[in-house]
């Protein structure tokens, strides 16, 4: 079924005169998802943090159920931690790496995973490989088959990277990684919320997301899943005493579930707001979100791609909602500002986020739009009108 965009309107808290294409960066929560946290909010003022905490205790033990819906996997496999970073580090840290290990990953890799990479080449002596894309963008699978051999520890993969529409084959990958019994780490921060996900279909162990983006829930929230498959296998690179229980001097004991990768003090309000958040996009259905996104993309590329002086620089066989393009002659940073001063949201995308495939590309800092499903094809003319205005002005 469509979606019933008149409805998604309804639920806007934006300022008239703006349109929101930044939903790669933050998109706009609902209100729901805003009212959940300031009644959460209310109730800590009103009653104290800790009695507010009991008094929402079914709710807050039912944000674990929406992630796992979200995901299909279990409740027991799901961490509720403070971002997207932080629910990758602990999946990446808590593996025991040996010299001589690799680590396969694709081009189009998140900075900060690569970064944790290079640290952990240093460390231990481990090797970092990327797996070279297809001609169309996507990592490409037959190059991973041929690459894989005993060594490799680790494939892990962002499944929709910072810098554009590319969506890797994250079910394929994972085919090979399970077959060979591989540990497979997906980066979904910016693919949760705009493609349904499955991990039984993914076949991953771990899978990190964030709340603020496609999922439109607040800042300062994340989640990671753990799969039961490898869980005890794996100790969290660092632990307290909620993820641990101190037995007697000597010994402690993990938490049975994947809750091992919390820690004690989290952020309440936020927590209720992402399982507001997740619940929203369910209850409108991740396939419907994911056809009008794509939707609005391929209308918001292809007018782009009509204005002289414009190159788009999505790349791969499946592209989502993530727009990026160049403009001959005006800077990232002056069309992001140009757009802003017309009310139209977007961000910048610098090579150094992603550095492998900016430098394979040799791309330049691209302007970022993210179209979400509630933006609207007005508010995608009105980009398309700065961006040829600004383009005449700079040719
Ligand atoms: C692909 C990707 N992974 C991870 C992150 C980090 O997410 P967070 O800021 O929630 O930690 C981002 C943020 O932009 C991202 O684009």
Redesign the pocket.
């Given at each position: 079924m469509p979606i019933d965009k008149e409805s998604v309107s309804g639920d806007l808290l934006c300022e008239a005169g703006v349109a929101h294409l930044d939903n790669?960066g933050a998109a706009l929560m609902p209100r729901c998802v805003l009212e959940t946290q300031i009644d959460h909010l209310r109730l800590e003022a009103a009653v104290g943090g800790y009695e507010a905490e009991r008094l929402r205790s079914d709710q807050l033990d039912a944000v674990y159920d929406s992630v796992a819906r979200l995901l299909n996997c279990r409740r027991d496999e799901v961490a509720i931690v403070e971002?997207?970073?932080?629910g990758?580090m602990m999946a990446f840290y808590s593996i025991p790496f040996e010299p001589g290990d690799r680590i396969l990953t694709a081009e189009a890799e998140?900075a900060?995973?690569y970064l944790a990479y290079l640290q952990i080449a240093c460390d231990r002596g481990v090797v970092v490989e990327t797996v070279p894309s297809t001609a169309d963008g996507e990592l490409c699978i037959e190059s991973l088959r041929k690459m894989i051999d005993e060594r490799v520890k680790l494939i892990s993969i962002?499944h929709?990277?910072?810098n554009g529409g590319l969506v890797n084959p994250v079910e394929e990958i994972g085919a090979i990684a399970r077959a060979n019994d591989i540990l497979y780490l997906v980066?979904a921060?910016?693919s949760a919320g705009q493609i349904p996900l499955d991990v039984d279909a993914i076949q991953c162990d771990f899978l990190s997301a964030?709340g603020?983006?496609w999922l439109r829930g607040p800042r300062g929230v994340?989640f990671l899943y753990v799969s039961n498959r490898i869980l005890d296998s794996l100790h969290p690179p660092m632990i307290d005493l909620f993820s641990a229980t101190w037995i007697d001097a000597d010994h402690y004991e993990l938490r049975k579930d994947a809750r091992r990768f919390e820690n004690w003090e989290s952020n309440y309000a936020a927590k209720l707001g992402l399982g507001s958040a997740i619940d929203y996009a369910l209850n409108i259905g991740l396939d419907e979100i994911e056809t009008e996104v794509s939707r609005l993309a391929d209308i918001l590329r292809a007018r782009l791609g009509e204005i002289d002086g414009v190159s788009l620089h999505d790349i791969g066989k499946r592209k989502c909602g993530i727009v990026t393009f160049a403009v001959a002659g005006v800077d990232a940073a002056g069309i992001e500002s140009g757009l802003r001063e017309n009310g139209i949201h977007v961000s910048v995308s610098s090579p150094v986020s992603t550095l492998i495939d900016a430098t394979r590309r040799q791309l330049p800092d691209l302007v970022r739009a993210g179209v979400h499903y509630y933006n609207r094809e007005a508010e995608i003319d009105a980009l398309v009108r700065c961006v040829k205005a600004m383009s005449e002005q700079g040719a």
């Open positions: 790669a971002n997207a970073t932080v990758w998140y900060s995973n962002t929709v990277p910072t980066d921060c910016q964030t603020r983006k994340g």
